[in-house]
């Protein structure tokens, strides 16, 4: 094959080298309008059966440590027929000092036949729903279809995640949170009337 072959949007070798690649650039909320909680469940649950089967190359993320102030985590992942993909997640805790979120995400997506890059975009929030969405898979497989309450712990991200898809699986009367501080939990259960 010929490297024009390899190119994103038939985009010739010359064009890529003087700049035309374009890549996609996505913000949080961009991220956001393009998640259906709906249908996240189901393509959770079919890549952890992917994961499961061996389709998916998922080494061991390594860990970049920044004495006194946090760690970046980087998780690359690929499957046939997807794009490359790496997440780095920032996990800065004094961040939550300065009214910043402690876990900061980025997501690149690079082209699987020519390495080119596609798609970068914000991860916090799909950070967020995957690792609820994980969970609250586990609640669909697991609990009893009669259950009416359902426990969160924790008032954070996660938790707020946990709120929005706990009733995509079942249908709670209540969902309780606890938390170390009664604020937090209280703030978070007017989040989810």
């Known amino acids: 094959m010929t490297k024009e072959a390899f190119s994103p949007a ?3 070798a010359a064009e890529i080298s003087k700049g035309a690649t374009e890549i996609l650039v996505l913000s949080e909320a961009e991220v956001m309008a393009c998640i259906d ?4 469940l189901d393509v959770l649950e079919d890549g952890f059966k992917a994961l499961s089967q061996g389709k998916v190359v998922n080494p061991p993320r390594p860990q970049l440590d920044i004495p006194g102030a946090g760690y970046s985590l980087a998780m690359p992942a690929w ?3 997807m794009n490359l993909t790496v997440k780095i997640v920032n996990v800065f805790e ?3 000092a300065k009214n910043l979120p402690s876990h900061l995400a980025t997501i690149s997506l690079f082209d699987p036949l020519s390495g080119l890059p596609v798609c970068i975009m914000d991860g916090t929030f799909i950070t967020a729903v995957r690792t609820s969405g994980s969970a609250v898979l586990s609640v669909r497989a697991l609990a ?3 259950a009416r309450i359902a426990t969160v712990i924790g008032a954070g991200v996660q938790a707020n995640q946990h709120l929005r898809l706990l009733p995509l699986v ?6 309780r949170v606890a938390s170390k501080s009664f604020d937090d939990a ?3 259960a007017r989040l989810h009337p």
């Not at 909680?37 to 996240?40: A, E, F, G, I, M």
């Not at 079942?170 to 969902?175: L, M």
Request: aromatic residues 4%.
């Open 37 to 40: 909680l709906s249908q996240l």
């Open 10 to 12: 038939g985009k010739s």
């Open 170 to 175: 079942r249908d709670f009367a209540e969902i």
């Open 186 to 188: 209280a703030a978070l």
């Open 144 to 146: 009893r279809r009669d």
């Open 79 to 81: 499957m046939e027929g």
């Open 94 to 96: 004094a961040n939550l």
